[in-house]
């Protein structure tokens, strides 16, 4: 099946640093891919997406590129803030007729003033 | 839009009491979902339909149900409440031909004390 592997953490940092958090993905086919962001206390939002190979998905300073050639949809950001702190999930959702996402176990960002 | 909606944001269940959580969502969506997260973990998927009146078990379906008359609410009942179901509910959407990113809740803490 389906399956999303992203790096344990916590990932801890001091302010201004760079980010990458690891995410790969098994999955048949052409999926979907997403970062959802969760802060404290909130549920999950979509940071960013890419939908097919060589895709790359931005928001918020965050960015990630669809490789196909990897299986990899890593998560980056030139100069964290201390309002980046929060848990990060990688995910796909399968091509064709699924609706089901897989989610990755979460990465928790811990940024330092 | 408001979005994805939850009521209510906190409880707590004596043992065997039974309750319902509340969701509902005003984007018209087909999908909808939802999931537990414990503590330090990721999700895990409960129960999710396809529209109104189908409705399907996820990873962890035992000792809750679901129901989907309308295309706007998705409640999930829990009967008999044992302390395992501590946890944070999430309630999700995803509109159909979409790129299939997912639209949560702000969820709803349960302690079954």
């Known amino acids: 099946g389906d399956s999303v592997t992203q790096m344990e953490g916590p990932v801890t940092l001091s302010e201004e640093a760079c980010l990458t958090i690891n995410c790969t993905y098994t999955a048949t086919g052409y999926p979907s891919l997403f970062w959802y962001v969760q802060y404290p206390g909130e549920g999950l939002q979509l940071l960013l997406k890419?939908?097919?190979?060589?895709d790359k998905g931005s928001n918020k300073g965050f960015e990630a590129t669809y490789r196909k050639e990897t299986t990899s949809f890593h998560l980056e950001k030139g100069s964290v803030q201390v309002s980046d702190s929060a848990v990060y999930f990688c995910?796909?959702?399968?091509?064709?007729?699924?609706?089901?996402?897989?989610f990755g176990r979460g990465t928790s960002l811990i940024v330092h003033p | 839009n408001a979005g994805v909606t939850q009521t209510p944001k906190f409880r707590i269940l004596k043992i065997g009491q039974s309750m319902t959580l509340q969701c509902a969502q005003d984007?018209?969506?087909?999908?909808m979902y939802w999931y537990r997260q414990d503590p330090g973990m990721g999700l895990k998927l409960i129960y999710y339909?396809?529209?109104?009146?189908?409705?399907d078990k996820g990873e962890v379906p035992n000792g809750y149900n679901v129901s989907r008359s309308t295309t706007e609410d998705f409640p999930l009942r829990l009967e008999l409440a044992a302390p395992s179901q501590t946890s944070v509910y999430f309630c999700?959407?995803?509109?159909?031909?979409?790129?299939?990113?997912?639209?949560f809740g702000p969820g709803t803490r349960l302690t079954v004390t």
């Open positions: 984007m018209n969506h087909n999908y």
């Open positions: 995910a796909l959702t399968a091509s064709g007729g699924s609706y089901i996402p897989t």
């Open positions: 999700a959407s995803v509109a159909t031909g979409s790129s299939r990113e997912q639209y």
């Open positions: 890419a939908t097919k190979a060589d």
């Open positions: 339909s396809v529209g109104a009146g189908i409705t």
